[in-house]
Protein backbone atom coordinates (compact mmCIF):
# COMPACT_ATOMS: atom_id res chain seq x y z
CA UNK A 1 0.00 0.00 0.00
CA UNK A 2 0.99 3.73 -0.61
CA UNK A 3 1.15 5.95 2.31
CA UNK A 4 -0.45 9.30 1.34
CA UNK A 5 0.57 12.21 3.23
CA UNK A 6 -2.89 14.17 3.99
CA UNK A 7 -2.28 18.35 4.67
CA UNK A 8 -3.03 19.36 8.08
CA UNK A 9 -6.94 20.63 8.21
CA UNK A 10 -7.03 24.26 8.28
CA UNK A 11 -8.28 25.87 11.43
CA UNK A 12 -10.20 28.90 11.27
CA UNK A 13 -7.94 31.57 12.99
CA UNK A 14 -9.85 33.11 16.23
CA UNK A 15 -11.15 36.16 16.38
CA UNK A 16 -9.36 39.25 17.29
CA UNK A 17 -10.90 41.73 19.52
CA UNK A 18 -14.25 41.14 21.47
CA UNK A 19 -17.93 40.92 21.37
CA UNK A 20 -18.15 44.39 19.05
CA UNK A 21 -15.38 43.21 16.60
CA UNK A 22 -16.87 44.26 13.17
CA UNK A 23 -19.23 46.70 14.44
CA UNK A 24 -18.44 49.67 11.84
CA UNK A 25 -18.46 47.29 8.85
CA UNK A 26 -22.38 46.33 9.64
CA UNK A 27 -23.45 49.79 10.65
CA UNK A 28 -21.91 50.75 7.27
CA UNK A 29 -23.37 47.88 4.97
CA UNK A 30 -26.65 48.42 7.18
CA UNK A 31 -26.06 51.84 6.64
CA UNK A 32 -26.16 51.70 2.38
CA UNK A 33 -29.17 49.54 2.62
CA UNK A 34 -31.63 51.88 4.26
CA UNK A 35 -29.41 55.23 1.96
CA UNK A 36 -33.01 55.43 -0.03
CA UNK A 37 -35.17 54.23 3.09
CA UNK A 38 -34.39 56.68 5.29
CA UNK A 39 -34.67 59.79 3.47
CA UNK A 40 -37.62 59.12 1.73
CA UNK A 41 -39.21 58.42 5.48
CA UNK A 42 -37.49 61.59 6.91
CA UNK A 43 -38.75 63.72 3.61
CA UNK A 44 -42.39 62.31 3.98
CA UNK A 45 -42.79 62.76 7.63
CA UNK A 46 -41.38 66.24 6.81
CA UNK A 47 -44.10 66.65 4.37
CA UNK A 48 -46.87 65.97 6.78
CA UNK A 49 -45.68 68.39 9.47
CA UNK A 50 -45.26 71.12 6.84
CA UNK A 51 -48.88 70.44 5.50
CA UNK A 52 -50.13 70.42 8.94
CA UNK A 53 -48.55 73.83 9.79
CA UNK A 54 -49.71 75.37 6.87
CA UNK A 55 -52.99 74.44 7.34
CA UNK A 56 -53.59 75.51 10.97
CA UNK A 57 -52.06 78.80 10.16
CA UNK A 58 -54.59 79.15 7.36
CA UNK A 59 -57.61 77.88 9.03
CA UNK A 60 -56.24 79.72 12.65
CA UNK A 61 -54.51 82.93 11.80
CA UNK A 62 -55.64 84.78 15.52
CA UNK A 63 -54.91 84.14 18.85
CA UNK A 64 -58.59 84.70 19.49
CA UNK A 65 -59.53 81.61 16.67
CA UNK A 66 -56.51 79.36 18.40
CA UNK A 67 -58.23 80.14 22.09
CA UNK A 68 -61.88 79.06 20.98
CA UNK A 69 -60.16 76.26 19.49
CA UNK A 70 -58.44 75.07 23.11
CA UNK A 71 -61.52 75.46 24.80
CA UNK A 72 -63.42 73.20 22.48
CA UNK A 73 -60.90 70.57 22.33
CA UNK A 74 -60.92 70.74 26.35
CA UNK A 75 -64.07 69.63 26.69
CA UNK A 76 -64.21 67.12 24.16
CA UNK A 77 -63.00 63.58 25.55
CA UNK A 78 -63.04 62.04 22.27
CA UNK A 79 -60.60 64.89 21.05
CA UNK A 80 -57.91 65.11 23.85
CA UNK A 81 -57.50 61.07 23.57
CA UNK A 82 -56.97 60.99 19.83
CA UNK A 83 -54.58 64.69 20.35
CA UNK A 84 -54.25 65.44 24.25
CA UNK A 85 -55.06 69.01 25.18
CA UNK A 86 -54.21 71.76 23.08
CA UNK A 87 -52.25 74.12 24.95
CA UNK A 88 -50.61 77.85 24.73
CA UNK A 89 -53.06 78.87 21.72
CA UNK A 90 -51.45 81.73 21.46
CA UNK A 91 -48.44 80.34 20.02
CA UNK A 92 -49.06 79.13 16.24
CA UNK A 93 -45.96 76.71 17.00
CA UNK A 94 -47.81 74.77 19.65
CA UNK A 95 -51.01 74.56 18.05
CA UNK A 96 -49.26 72.85 15.34
CA UNK A 97 -47.19 70.64 17.23
CA UNK A 98 -50.45 69.24 18.95
CA UNK A 99 -52.57 68.81 15.88
CA UNK A 100 -49.85 66.42 14.73
CA UNK A 101 -47.76 65.60 17.79
CA UNK A 102 -49.42 62.51 19.21
CA UNK A 103 -50.02 60.90 16.15
CA UNK A 104 -46.17 61.93 14.78
CA UNK A 105 -44.47 60.49 18.36
CA UNK A 106 -46.42 57.37 17.75
CA UNK A 107 -44.81 57.08 14.00
CA UNK A 108 -41.34 57.98 15.09
CA UNK A 109 -41.53 54.99 17.53
CA UNK A 110 -42.80 52.43 15.62
CA UNK A 111 -40.35 53.30 12.62
CA UNK A 112 -37.71 52.75 15.15
CA UNK A 113 -38.80 49.21 16.44
CA UNK A 114 -39.33 47.87 12.70
CA UNK A 115 -35.62 49.15 11.77
CA UNK A 116 -34.64 47.71 14.72
CA UNK A 117 -35.84 44.53 13.73
CA UNK A 118 -35.13 44.64 10.40
CA UNK A 119 -31.62 44.50 10.62
CA UNK A 120 -31.24 42.37 13.65
CA UNK A 121 -34.12 39.22 14.01
CA UNK A 122 -35.19 39.07 10.24
CA UNK A 123 -31.53 39.14 8.90
CA UNK A 124 -31.11 36.92 11.89
CA UNK A 125 -34.37 34.72 10.53
CA UNK A 126 -33.11 34.69 6.85
CA UNK A 127 -29.70 33.39 7.86
CA UNK A 128 -27.75 36.09 6.76
CA UNK A 129 -26.42 36.96 10.21
CA UNK A 130 -25.05 33.43 11.10
CA UNK A 131 -22.65 33.70 7.71
CA UNK A 132 -21.77 36.67 9.31
CA UNK A 133 -21.06 35.25 12.13
CA UNK A 134 -18.54 32.60 10.75
CA UNK A 135 -16.65 35.43 10.08
CA UNK A 136 -14.33 37.58 12.31
CA UNK A 137 -17.21 40.00 14.02
CA UNK A 138 -18.47 39.79 17.38
CA UNK A 139 -21.27 38.00 18.85
CA UNK A 140 -22.92 41.77 19.72
CA UNK A 141 -21.95 43.43 16.22
CA UNK A 142 -24.89 43.20 14.61
CA UNK A 143 -26.91 43.58 17.19
CA UNK A 144 -25.10 47.41 17.69
CA UNK A 145 -24.96 47.96 14.12
CA UNK A 146 -29.07 47.52 14.04
CA UNK A 147 -29.66 49.73 17.16
CA UNK A 148 -27.00 52.29 15.63
CA UNK A 149 -28.81 52.12 12.67
CA UNK A 150 -32.53 52.90 14.33
CA UNK A 151 -31.15 55.63 15.94
CA UNK A 152 -29.56 57.61 13.39
CA UNK A 153 -33.33 57.12 11.54
CA UNK A 154 -35.25 58.48 14.52
CA UNK A 155 -32.91 60.96 15.37
CA UNK A 156 -32.56 62.64 12.11
CA UNK A 157 -36.55 62.33 11.55
CA UNK A 158 -36.88 63.82 15.06
CA UNK A 159 -34.59 66.80 14.33
CA UNK A 160 -36.04 67.00 10.61
CA UNK A 161 -39.75 67.01 11.57
CA UNK A 162 -39.15 70.31 13.66
CA UNK A 163 -37.92 72.43 10.69
CA UNK A 164 -41.33 73.42 9.41
CA UNK A 165 -41.87 74.99 12.74
CA UNK A 166 -37.92 76.07 13.56
CA UNK A 167 -40.08 80.16 12.32
CA UNK A 168 -41.77 80.06 15.55
CA UNK A 169 -38.78 79.69 17.90
CA UNK A 170 -36.18 77.58 17.82
CA UNK A 171 -36.61 76.51 21.74
CA UNK A 172 -40.11 75.30 20.91
CA UNK A 173 -38.50 73.13 17.76
CA UNK A 174 -35.91 72.05 19.83
CA UNK A 175 -38.33 70.81 22.18
CA UNK A 176 -40.80 69.64 19.96
CA UNK A 177 -37.61 67.79 18.26
CA UNK A 178 -37.49 66.43 21.62
CA UNK A 179 -40.75 64.85 21.74
CA UNK A 180 -40.64 62.38 19.27
CA UNK A 181 -37.54 61.61 19.92
CA UNK A 182 -38.03 59.91 23.62
CA UNK A 183 -41.02 57.79 21.83
CA UNK A 184 -37.59 57.25 19.22
CA UNK A 185 -35.99 55.80 22.12
CA UNK A 186 -38.51 54.23 23.50
CA UNK A 187 -39.59 52.48 20.34
CA UNK A 188 -35.81 51.22 19.69
CA UNK A 189 -35.39 49.64 23.56
CA UNK A 190 -38.61 47.85 22.93
CA UNK A 191 -38.19 46.70 20.08
CA UNK A 192 -33.97 45.48 20.89
CA UNK A 193 -35.98 43.60 23.75
CA UNK A 194 -38.59 41.83 21.45
CA UNK A 195 -36.06 41.11 18.65
CA UNK A 196 -34.16 38.90 21.75
CA UNK A 197 -37.86 37.42 22.76
CA UNK A 198 -39.63 36.84 19.69
CA UNK A 199 -37.68 33.89 17.20
CA UNK A 200 -39.60 35.61 14.02
CA UNK A 201 -39.29 38.76 12.80
CA UNK A 202 -43.14 38.92 12.52
CA UNK A 203 -43.91 38.41 16.08
CA UNK A 204 -41.24 40.57 17.34
CA UNK A 205 -42.56 43.41 15.05
CA UNK A 206 -46.29 42.51 16.79
CA UNK A 207 -44.82 42.92 19.96
CA UNK A 208 -43.15 46.14 19.71
CA UNK A 209 -46.04 47.85 17.74
CA UNK A 210 -48.20 46.19 20.72
CA UNK A 211 -46.34 47.61 23.30
CA UNK A 212 -46.21 51.30 21.71
CA UNK A 213 -50.09 51.48 20.70
CA UNK A 214 -50.43 50.23 24.54
CA UNK A 215 -48.23 53.64 25.44
CA UNK A 216 -50.43 55.63 23.36
CA UNK A 217 -53.60 54.33 24.92
CA UNK A 218 -52.51 55.19 28.90
CA UNK A 219 -51.36 58.48 27.28
CA UNK A 220 -54.80 58.68 25.99
CA UNK A 221 -56.81 57.59 29.67
CA UNK A 222 -54.18 60.25 31.54
CA UNK A 223 -55.39 62.91 29.53
CA UNK A 224 -59.11 62.04 29.66
CA UNK A 225 -59.34 61.54 33.78
CA UNK A 226 -57.61 63.64 36.00
CA UNK A 227 -57.59 60.86 38.74
CA UNK A 228 -55.40 58.57 36.30
CA UNK A 229 -53.16 61.25 35.36
CA UNK A 230 -50.13 59.64 36.67
CA UNK A 231 -50.62 57.00 33.83
CA UNK A 232 -48.92 59.52 31.64
CA UNK A 233 -45.65 59.02 33.83
CA UNK A 234 -45.69 55.17 32.74
CA UNK A 235 -45.65 56.25 28.95
CA UNK A 236 -43.10 57.61 26.48
CA UNK A 237 -45.78 59.53 24.63
CA UNK A 238 -46.77 60.74 27.70
CA UNK A 239 -43.18 61.99 28.69
CA UNK A 240 -42.83 63.63 24.94
CA UNK A 241 -46.19 65.66 25.80
CA UNK A 242 -44.64 66.90 29.22
CA UNK A 243 -42.01 67.90 27.45
CA UNK A 244 -44.40 70.79 26.17
CA UNK A 245 -43.07 72.26 23.03
CA UNK A 246 -43.41 76.23 22.93
CA UNK A 247 -44.15 76.30 26.52
CA UNK A 248 -41.89 74.87 29.76
CA UNK A 249 -40.15 73.26 27.15
CA UNK A 250 -39.11 70.27 29.30
CA UNK A 251 -35.74 69.25 27.72
CA UNK A 252 -34.78 67.27 30.57
CA UNK A 253 -37.44 64.63 29.90
CA UNK A 254 -35.41 63.71 26.93
CA UNK A 255 -33.15 61.40 29.40
CA UNK A 256 -35.94 59.42 30.14
CA UNK A 257 -36.11 57.95 26.67
CA UNK A 258 -32.55 57.38 26.90
CA UNK A 259 -32.54 55.47 29.93
CA UNK A 260 -34.99 53.43 28.47
CA UNK A 261 -32.75 53.06 25.90
CA UNK A 262 -30.22 52.32 27.76
CA UNK A 263 -32.01 49.18 29.96
CA UNK A 264 -33.63 48.10 26.73
CA UNK A 265 -30.12 48.01 25.01
CA UNK A 266 -28.68 46.23 28.04
CA UNK A 267 -31.69 43.48 28.59
CA UNK A 268 -31.15 42.87 25.17
CA UNK A 269 -27.41 42.37 24.98
CA UNK A 270 -27.64 40.23 28.14
CA UNK A 271 -30.31 37.73 26.43
CA UNK A 272 -28.08 37.82 23.25
CA UNK A 273 -25.02 36.74 24.68
CA UNK A 274 -26.51 33.38 26.20
CA UNK A 275 -29.08 32.36 23.27
CA UNK A 276 -28.08 30.65 20.43
CA UNK A 277 -28.22 31.87 17.05
CA UNK A 278 -31.87 31.57 15.71
CA UNK A 279 -33.78 30.90 19.02
CA UNK A 280 -35.80 33.45 21.12
CA UNK A 281 -36.77 32.91 24.81
CA UNK A 282 -39.76 31.94 23.11
CA UNK A 283 -39.80 29.24 20.89
CA UNK A 284 -41.86 28.35 17.91
CA UNK A 285 -44.07 25.50 18.25
CA UNK A 286 -44.77 23.71 14.86
CA UNK A 287 -48.25 22.53 14.92
CA UNK A 288 -48.78 18.49 14.58
CA UNK A 289 -48.15 17.45 11.79
CA UNK A 290 -50.49 16.06 8.95
CA UNK A 291 -52.90 19.13 10.52
CA UNK A 292 -56.12 18.28 8.42
CA UNK A 293 -56.67 21.96 8.67
CA UNK A 294 -53.84 22.71 6.34
CA UNK A 295 -54.35 20.44 3.51
CA UNK A 296 -55.14 22.83 1.07
CA UNK A 297 -53.04 25.78 -0.34
CA UNK A 298 -55.94 28.33 0.72
CA UNK A 299 -55.89 26.61 4.37
CA UNK A 300 -52.55 27.28 4.45
CA UNK A 301 -51.97 30.68 2.90
CA UNK A 302 -54.81 31.87 5.35
CA UNK A 303 -52.80 30.66 8.37
CA UNK A 304 -49.60 32.17 7.11
CA UNK A 305 -51.43 35.94 6.08
CA UNK A 306 -54.03 35.48 8.86
CA UNK A 307 -51.73 36.95 11.41
CA UNK A 308 -50.57 40.22 9.33
CA UNK A 309 -54.15 40.73 8.59
CA UNK A 310 -55.12 41.00 12.56
CA UNK A 311 -52.24 42.92 12.86
CA UNK A 312 -53.13 45.66 11.06
CA UNK A 313 -56.93 45.45 11.08
CA UNK A 314 -56.64 46.12 14.92
CA UNK A 315 -55.22 49.68 15.13
CA UNK A 316 -56.73 50.67 12.02
CA UNK A 317 -60.34 49.91 13.44
CA UNK A 318 -59.39 51.20 17.13
CA UNK A 319 -57.76 53.88 15.47
CA UNK A 320 -61.32 55.19 13.09
CA UNK A 321 -63.76 54.18 16.39
CA UNK A 322 -62.03 56.80 18.08
CA UNK A 323 -62.44 59.31 15.07
CA UNK A 324 -65.82 58.27 15.38
CA UNK A 325 -66.20 59.47 18.43
CA UNK A 326 -65.42 62.74 17.59
CA UNK A 327 -66.99 63.38 14.07
CA UNK A 328 -70.04 64.65 15.76
CA UNK A 329 -67.63 67.58 17.62
CA UNK A 330 -65.96 68.47 13.72
CA UNK A 331 -68.32 70.93 13.10
CA UNK A 332 -67.51 73.17 16.26
CA UNK A 333 -63.84 73.14 14.65
CA UNK A 334 -65.06 76.10 12.47
CA UNK A 335 -65.60 78.03 15.63
CA UNK A 336 -65.26 81.59 14.63
CA UNK A 337 -62.63 81.28 12.15
CA UNK A 338 -63.87 82.42 8.63
CA UNK A 339 -61.62 80.47 6.79
CA UNK A 340 -63.19 77.42 8.27
CA UNK A 341 -67.16 78.69 8.17
CA UNK A 342 -66.41 80.02 4.35
CA UNK A 343 -65.04 76.28 3.98
CA UNK A 344 -68.09 74.87 5.19
CA UNK A 345 -70.70 77.12 3.28
CA UNK A 346 -68.74 76.43 -0.10
CA UNK A 347 -69.06 72.42 0.61
CA UNK A 348 -72.67 72.48 1.55
CA UNK A 349 -73.30 74.24 5.13
CA UNK A 350 -73.52 72.44 8.24
CA UNK A 351 -72.87 68.98 8.45
CA UNK A 352 -70.84 68.73 5.43
CA UNK A 353 -67.34 69.27 7.40
CA UNK A 354 -68.54 65.70 8.73
CA UNK A 355 -68.25 64.46 5.45
CA UNK A 356 -64.84 66.09 4.72
CA UNK A 357 -63.46 64.24 7.93
CA UNK A 358 -64.78 61.18 6.89
CA UNK A 359 -63.70 61.02 2.81
CA UNK A 360 -60.07 62.54 4.79
CA UNK A 361 -59.66 59.83 6.86
CA UNK A 362 -60.98 56.87 4.92
CA UNK A 363 -58.15 58.34 2.59
CA UNK A 364 -55.76 57.24 4.81
CA UNK A 365 -57.28 54.02 5.42
CA UNK A 366 -56.90 52.72 1.87
CA UNK A 367 -53.26 54.24 1.68
CA UNK A 368 -53.01 52.11 4.80
CA UNK A 369 -55.05 49.24 2.87
CA UNK A 370 -52.49 49.31 0.07
CA UNK A 371 -49.34 49.17 2.45
CA UNK A 372 -50.89 46.00 3.94
CA UNK A 373 -51.04 44.34 0.13
CA UNK A 374 -47.55 45.27 0.00
CA UNK A 375 -46.17 43.86 3.27
CA UNK A 376 -48.53 40.91 2.55
CA UNK A 377 -47.78 40.02 -1.42
CA UNK A 378 -43.61 40.75 -0.81
CA UNK A 379 -43.90 37.68 1.84
CA UNK A 380 -44.39 35.65 -1.35
CA UNK A 381 -40.91 36.68 -2.24
CA UNK A 382 -39.30 35.57 1.00
CA UNK A 383 -41.50 32.24 1.04
CA UNK A 384 -39.44 31.97 -2.88
CA UNK A 385 -35.84 32.66 -1.49
CA UNK A 386 -36.43 30.66 1.68
CA UNK A 387 -37.11 27.80 -0.34
CA UNK A 388 -40.76 26.67 0.88
CA UNK A 389 -42.03 27.86 -2.56
CA UNK A 390 -40.23 25.10 -4.69
CA UNK A 391 -41.15 22.78 -1.83
CA UNK A 392 -44.84 23.08 -2.12
CA UNK A 393 -44.56 23.60 -5.96
CA UNK A 394 -43.06 19.61 -5.54
CA UNK A 395 -46.35 18.55 -4.39
CA UNK A 396 -48.46 18.63 -6.79
CA UNK A 397 -49.90 22.26 -6.59
CA UNK A 398 -50.73 24.07 -9.68
CA UNK A 399 -48.66 27.28 -10.08
CA UNK A 400 -51.88 29.33 -10.96
CA UNK A 401 -53.60 27.95 -8.31
CA UNK A 402 -50.66 28.94 -5.48
CA UNK A 403 -50.59 32.83 -6.57
CA UNK A 404 -54.00 33.37 -7.50
CA UNK A 405 -55.01 32.20 -4.02
CA UNK A 406 -52.65 33.85 -2.40
CA UNK A 407 -53.72 36.70 -4.49
CA UNK A 408 -57.30 36.22 -3.27
CA UNK A 409 -56.51 35.89 0.47
CA UNK A 410 -54.92 39.26 0.54
CA UNK A 411 -57.72 40.70 -1.60
CA UNK A 412 -60.68 39.11 0.67
CA UNK A 413 -58.27 41.07 3.42
CA UNK A 414 -58.35 44.40 1.79
CA UNK A 415 -62.04 44.31 2.26
CA UNK A 416 -62.19 42.93 5.76
CA UNK A 417 -59.52 46.18 6.29
CA UNK A 418 -62.24 48.73 4.81
CA UNK A 419 -64.96 46.98 6.46
CA UNK A 420 -63.78 46.85 10.05
CA UNK A 421 -62.70 50.85 9.35
CA UNK A 422 -66.15 51.58 7.84
CA UNK A 423 -68.17 49.61 10.93
CA UNK A 424 -65.52 50.91 13.70
CA UNK A 425 -66.40 54.89 12.43
CA UNK A 426 -70.01 54.10 11.89
CA UNK A 427 -70.17 52.74 15.06
CA UNK A 428 -68.47 55.30 16.98
CA UNK A 429 -70.53 58.08 15.75
CA UNK A 430 -73.61 56.11 16.16
CA UNK A 431 -73.01 56.10 19.72
CA UNK A 432 -72.12 59.52 20.18
CA UNK A 433 -74.81 61.38 17.48
CA UNK A 434 -77.54 58.79 18.19
CA UNK A 435 -78.37 58.50 14.71
CA UNK A 436 -77.78 55.08 12.97
CA UNK A 437 -80.14 55.21 9.59
CA UNK A 438 -78.60 58.06 7.89
CA UNK A 439 -75.42 58.16 8.74
CA UNK A 440 -73.57 54.67 9.56
CA UNK A 441 -73.58 53.26 6.23
CA UNK A 442 -72.88 56.08 4.18
CA UNK A 443 -69.50 55.88 6.46
CA UNK A 444 -69.31 52.08 5.95
CA UNK A 445 -69.46 53.16 2.19
CA UNK A 446 -66.73 55.33 2.48
CA UNK A 447 -64.44 52.79 3.17
CA UNK A 448 -65.63 50.25 0.82
CA UNK A 449 -65.28 52.26 -2.13
CA UNK A 450 -61.07 52.83 -1.37
CA UNK A 451 -61.23 48.97 -2.42
CA UNK A 452 -60.78 49.17 -6.23
CA UNK A 453 -57.97 51.53 -5.76
CA UNK A 454 -56.30 49.24 -3.20
CA UNK A 455 -57.03 46.37 -5.77
CA UNK A 456 -54.63 48.02 -8.54
CA UNK A 457 -52.28 47.95 -5.78
CA UNK A 458 -52.95 43.82 -5.85
CA UNK A 459 -52.74 43.94 -9.49
CA UNK A 460 -49.34 45.74 -9.46
CA UNK A 461 -47.67 43.56 -6.95
CA UNK A 462 -48.55 40.58 -8.18
CA UNK A 463 -47.18 41.47 -11.73
CA UNK A 464 -44.26 42.74 -10.28
CA UNK A 465 -43.58 39.01 -8.28
CA UNK A 466 -44.84 37.44 -11.30
CA UNK A 467 -42.20 38.92 -14.14
CA UNK A 468 -39.07 40.15 -10.99
CA UNK A 469 -39.89 39.15 -7.64
CA UNK A 470 -36.98 40.81 -6.60
CA UNK A 471 -38.82 44.49 -7.52
CA UNK A 472 -41.58 43.73 -5.03
CA UNK A 473 -40.55 46.58 -3.28
CA UNK A 474 -41.43 49.23 -6.26
CA UNK A 475 -44.92 48.42 -4.14
CA UNK A 476 -43.66 50.49 -1.53
CA UNK A 477 -43.02 53.29 -4.15
CA UNK A 478 -46.40 53.21 -5.38
CA UNK A 479 -47.88 53.56 -1.64
CA UNK A 480 -45.72 56.44 -0.85
CA UNK A 481 -46.63 58.31 -4.23
CA UNK A 482 -50.16 58.17 -3.28
CA UNK A 483 -49.49 59.36 -0.13
CA UNK A 484 -47.45 62.26 -1.16
CA UNK A 485 -49.78 63.33 -3.58
CA UNK A 486 -52.75 63.55 -1.31
CA UNK A 487 -51.64 65.15 1.19
CA UNK A 488 -49.49 67.83 -1.28
CA UNK A 489 -50.82 67.27 -5.49
CA UNK A 490 -52.36 70.56 -4.48
CA UNK A 491 -50.11 72.62 -2.37
CA UNK A 492 -47.15 71.84 -4.38
CA UNK A 493 -49.04 72.40 -7.97
CA UNK A 494 -48.18 69.00 -9.74
CA UNK A 495 -49.66 68.39 -12.78
CA UNK A 496 -53.07 66.98 -13.14
CA UNK A 497 -51.59 63.50 -15.00
CA UNK A 498 -48.97 63.17 -12.76
CA UNK A 499 -51.22 63.55 -9.71
CA UNK A 500 -53.34 60.75 -11.52
CA UNK A 501 -51.33 58.08 -11.85
CA UNK A 502 -51.97 57.57 -8.42
CA UNK A 503 -54.79 55.04 -7.92
CA UNK A 504 -56.81 56.76 -5.29
CA UNK A 505 -57.21 59.72 -6.53
CA UNK A 506 -60.19 58.76 -9.04
CA UNK A 507 -61.60 57.36 -6.15
CA UNK A 508 -64.53 59.61 -5.52
CA UNK A 509 -64.74 61.59 -2.52
CA UNK A 510 -67.95 59.71 -0.94
CA UNK A 511 -70.11 60.87 0.49
CA UNK A 512 -69.54 64.45 -0.39
CA UNK A 513 -69.96 63.15 -3.93
CA UNK A 514 -72.09 60.36 -5.34
CA UNK A 515 -70.68 57.65 -6.42
CA UNK A 516 -70.27 56.46 -10.16
CA UNK A 517 -69.74 52.71 -10.90
CA UNK A 518 -67.68 53.85 -14.26
CA UNK A 519 -63.87 55.34 -12.14
CA UNK A 520 -64.59 52.13 -9.94
CA UNK A 521 -65.05 49.52 -12.64
CA UNK A 522 -61.68 51.07 -14.80
CA UNK A 523 -59.99 50.63 -11.53
CA UNK A 524 -61.01 47.62 -10.65
CA UNK A 525 -60.16 46.63 -14.78
CA UNK A 526 -56.55 47.61 -14.24
CA UNK A 527 -56.14 45.50 -10.72
CA UNK A 528 -57.68 42.29 -12.47
CA UNK A 529 -55.31 42.94 -15.63
CA UNK A 530 -52.13 43.86 -13.51
CA UNK A 531 -52.71 40.26 -11.85
CA UNK A 532 -53.48 38.45 -14.89
CA UNK A 533 -50.09 39.57 -16.30
CA UNK A 534 -48.55 38.66 -13.52
CA UNK A 535 -49.95 35.06 -13.23
CA UNK A 536 -48.41 34.77 -16.89
CA UNK A 537 -45.23 35.82 -15.75
CA UNK A 538 -45.12 33.29 -12.77
CA UNK A 539 -46.00 30.64 -14.96
CA UNK A 540 -42.93 31.38 -17.32
CA UNK A 541 -40.25 32.19 -14.78
CA UNK A 542 -37.91 29.48 -12.87
CA UNK A 543 -38.48 29.59 -8.85
CA UNK A 544 -35.95 30.88 -7.16
CA UNK A 545 -34.38 27.91 -4.87
Known sequence: ???????????????????????????????????????????????????????????????????????????????????????????????????????????????????????????????????????????????????????????????????????????????????????????????????????????????????????????AAADISDSVSWLSWLSPMGWGQKIDPFGENRYGLVLLGVATLAVGAAVAYRIALHRDLGAGLIADRPGPAGDPRLRSVGALTWRLQGTTLGTWVSPVAAYTLLVGFILDSVDDFAGDSPQMQQIVEQIGGKGALQDVFVVTIMSFVGLASGAYVVAALARLQTEETAGRTELLLGRSVPRTTYLLVNVAVVTVGTVVLALAAGLAMGTGYGIVAGTWGTSFWPIVGAGLVQVPAVLVVVGFMTALYGWVPRLVVLGWALVVWSLLVGLLGELLGLPSWLQQLSPFSHVPGYPLEDVTAGPLLVLTAIGVVLAAFGVVGFRRRDVVA
Do not use: K
Open 1 to 219: MTAVALAPTAVAPARPGGLLTGTGTLLRLALRRDRVRIPVTVAILVLMMESTYSAVASAYPTVEQRQALAVTISSNTAFLALLGPAQHPESLGAVACWRIGAFLALVVGILGAMTTVRHTRREEEAGRLELVGALRVGRLAALTAGLVTALVLVTVTSFAVAIPVLGEGADGALAFACQNLVAGLAGVAVAAVAVQVASVARTASSIAVSLLTLTYVLR
